[in-house]
């Protein structure tokens, strides 16, 4: 089984011929040094690069990539030498630093190719070279130790600080990125880049059975244009174990930092020995410099499902960074235009002898030509998303899909499911510059964040615009497409629905789910249902947790459900007292990892008489909007992106099929 490392952490190396495994998401050089008991550098051969790839016990990979295999024998390492380490650089001409790419993810493997011992290189911002990780002597013995030291300053400084003299440390790293350079120029098309990172941190080696690989959640992104201006300051995204989802993103709802987005991919527990099948390649272009037409599925992954959820990240990502570029050239134009004016003004020579006219016209119209030229990159780009998009929407399976996509209508595209989806799909987003281009948004499963389905006035237009019970009729209903979009994509047996509807003023959106009997009862009303809900899933919560520890899942009284919860409350905090607050609280953070989920709709404004009390968990929550809202963020560059719900249409049925479908199962699936 693999050792999950993390910054500082060690693991034996019980193998003397090992191979270190690089993933990295982007092009990158890979490099190993050799330093002494103190970890500096001495003697001229220290460094193993695509010039000079071997030295004793340590053979590099010759060529920029975004994978690579480092060979080392510990037995032919030199006596004096007692530190190996691994480097990674990012190219001249490449990403401008490691904060705007994947995290790199590096691993020991011993001769027959299972993984020792692994580590992902998470909270890099602007550093250029990095040392990963490092093999070391410990009283005769070999260990691995999970470095991540990185470098703003690139190679030169992290070779300066092992002990080499500035103009040597210079020259060796002159000469380690000199053959990476050719390689890092080329085609700056969304295409090209998306083909250089294709397979995305797909896994190193398949996993044995039972095996739970974890990597950061903010893995599986497509390098956007490597030739756009890098945007300043984007919010890291933090990484968590293995169980779904991300926890709160940085600034929450109460004020400060929109809430980011992060579709979370961490690697798939899997049972199959099997690696995973090559995604479709990119069909030829039509024409000779023309990019290649887009195909569905065109991204890393263990199946279609997983492909198309990788390239969604992969566009979404695209359409952060290009529009990022424009921005950012704009911003440039703008203030170069500001500068020059300033400069023309400000000369008496201008303003005396009647040539300040012309230094404006000439300003402005250098200002016209460069937004021009960011304008012609961003519409290449734009439509080269828009023709991915108009063939990955269609080849979405049902629980990526849209209300409207006709796999919801299909009946042998609906057959129950047999295993649990990767994801859901909770609504589109866009930015302003192309609002019809649409992302799909989509949340790891099973929840581990909860959702919150905001039904107050919000600062959206759409929301100010709307009457009350218009808003709080739409935010229910929102959430109640999300619950039958739960049941219809997981296995009949897999998810059980509560609800808690205090007043019953949520009857009329809840009437499909109580008609179609697939609730685990009915919706709980008054305080007294409020407190016996939520007593019923707390238990729940405290023995699978028992369970859990003692090691012994199997001894569960056997009225406990082990199917997964999703606890529906409307209208919160109707009904609710201190103690069912608390209660409500802690299923909001102890209910996901046992799997109870919490999806909750509610009028933050409505709740204030509790106070601070509350804040914890509405920070805890990712808030969403039953209308478009422009409250979330990317975690690159920030942008306020608008999101839209996915709601059935308009007098569709869509809903009662799904629910239909999903009671047939049951009943045939039933004791």
């Known amino acids: 089984m693999t050792a999950e490392l993390v910054r500082g952490q060690n693991h034996p190396v019980s193998h003397s011929r090992v191979e270190i495994r690089v993933s990295a998401g982007t092009p990158v050089l890979a490099l190993a040094s050799l330093a002494d008991e103190q970890g500096r550098f001495a003697g001229d051969a220290v460094l193993a690069h695509p010039g000079a790839r071997s030295l004793p016990g340590v053979q590099a990979p010759g060529e920029l990539a975004d994978r690579h295999t480092l060979a080392v024998d510990l037995d032919a390492v030199a006596a004096d030498v007692h530190r190996v380490g691994v480097l990674l650089v990012l190219p001249p001409g490449g990403p401008a630093r490691f904060g705007s790419v994947p995290a790199p993810y590096v691993a020991v493997a011993d001769p027959a190719?299972?993984?020792?011992?692994?580590?992902?290189?998470?909270?890099l911002e602007a550093e250029t070279a990095v040392v990963a990780l490092e093999l070391y002597r410990r009283q005769g013995a070999w260990k691995v130790r999970a470095v991540g030291?990185?470098?703003?300053?690139?190679?030169?400084?992290?070779?300066?600080?092992?002990?080499?003299?500035?103009?040597?440390?210079?020259?060796?790293?002159?000469?380690?990125?000199?053959?990476?350079?050719?390689?890092?120029?080329?085609?700056?098309t969304l295409a090209a880049l998306r083909s250089q990172a294709r397979d995305l941190r797909a896994p190193q080696a398949p996993a044995t059975p039972g095996q739970n690989q974890v990597q950061n959640p903010a893995?599986?992104?497509?390098?956007?244009?490597?030739?756009?201006?890098?945007?300043?300051?984007?919010?890291?995204?933090?990484g968590v174990p293995y169980a779904g989802t991300p926890g709160p993103a940085p600034g929450g709802d109460t004020g400060g930092s929109p809430p980011t987005i992060n579709y979370a991919h961490p690697r798939r527990?899997?049972?199959?020995?099997?690696?995973?099948?090559?995604?479709?390649?990119a069909a030829a272009p039509q024409e000779p410099g023309q990019p290649p037409r887009p195909v569905a599925g065109d991204a890393s992954g263990w199946s279609m499902e997983e492909r198309l959820y990788n390239q969604v990240w992969g566009m979404f990502e695209d359409l952060a960074r290009t529009v990022a570029a424009y921005r950012s050239a704009v911003e440039f134009a703008d203030s170069r235009m500001d500068r020059e004016l300033d400069e023309a003004l400000s000369d008496p020579r201008h303003r005396l002898g009647g040539s300040g006219n012309a230094a404006r016209d000439t300003a402005r119209a250098r200002r016209e030509e460069l937004v021009a030229q960011a304008q012609a990159v961003l519409d290449r780009d734009l439509a080269q998303l828009i023709a991915e998009s108009e063939v990955v929407e269609p080849a979405l399976p049902a629980a990526y899909a849209r209300w409207d996509n006709p796999v919801w209508h299909d009946s042998r595209a609906t057959a129950p499911p047999e295993e649990n989806p990767l994801a859901l799909r909770l609504g589109d987003l866009y930015l302003p510059e192309r609002p019809d281009l649409r992302i799909p948004m989509l949340m790891r499963v099973p929840l581990e964040r909860g959702i919150?389905?905001?039904?107050?006035?919000?600062?959206?237009?759409?929301?100010?615009?709307?009457d009350t019970d218009r808003l709080r009729r739409a935010a229910m209903d929102m959430a109640v497409a999300h619950a039958v979009r739960l049941l219809a994509v997981?296995?009949?047996d897999r998810f059980s629905v509560h609800v808690i509807d205090a007043a019953g003023a949520g009857a009329a959106s809840l009437a499909p789910l109580v008609r179609a009997g697939v609730l685990a009862g009915p919706p709980a009303a008054g305080a007294h249902g409020v407190t016996q809900t939520l007593a019923r899933l707390t238990r729940r919560v405290d023995l699978v947790q028992m369970a859990l520890r003692a090691g012994a899942p199997e001894d569960l009284p056997p009225d406990v459900d082990t199917a997964d919860q999703l606890l529906l409350v409307h209208d919160f905090p109707h009904g609710f007292d201190d103690r069912a607050v608390t209660q409500l609280r802690y299923l909001a953070d102890e209910g996901p990892a046992v799997g109870v989920h919490l999806l909750m709709v509610a009028d933050r404004d409505e709740a204030s008489a509790y106070g601070p009390l509350l804040d914890p968990l509405w920070r805890s929550l990712m808030r969403l909007s039953p209308v478009p809202d422009s409250h979330l963020a990317d975690p690159w560059v920030h942008h306020a992106w608008t999101f839209e719900p996915d709601l059935p249409p308009h007098g569709s049925r869509v809903l009662e099929q799904a629910l239909d479908r999903v009671a047939q199962t049951r009943r045939t699936t039933g004791p």
Do not use: K
């Open 113 to 123: 190719g299972a993984e020792l011992a692994g580590y992902t290189l998470t909270g």
């Open 219 to 238: 893995q599986n992104q497509v390098q956007g244009p490597a030739a756009a201006p890098e945007p300043p300051g984007p919010v890291p995204v933090s």
């Open 269 to 281: 527990r899997r049972t199959s020995t099997e690696p995973p099948e090559p995604a479709p390649r």
């Open 452 to 466: 919150w389905i905001d039904n107050g006035r919000t600062g959206s237009e759409a929301a100010m615009a709307m």
């Open 149 to 188: 030291q990185g470098y703003a300053d690139g190679l030169g400084a992290l070779l300066a600080d092992g002990g080499l003299p500035a103009a040597a440390a210079a020259a060796l790293a002159a000469a380690a990125l000199r053959t990476a350079a050719p390689a890092a120029q080329g085609d700056g």
């Open 490 to 492: 997981h296995p009949g």
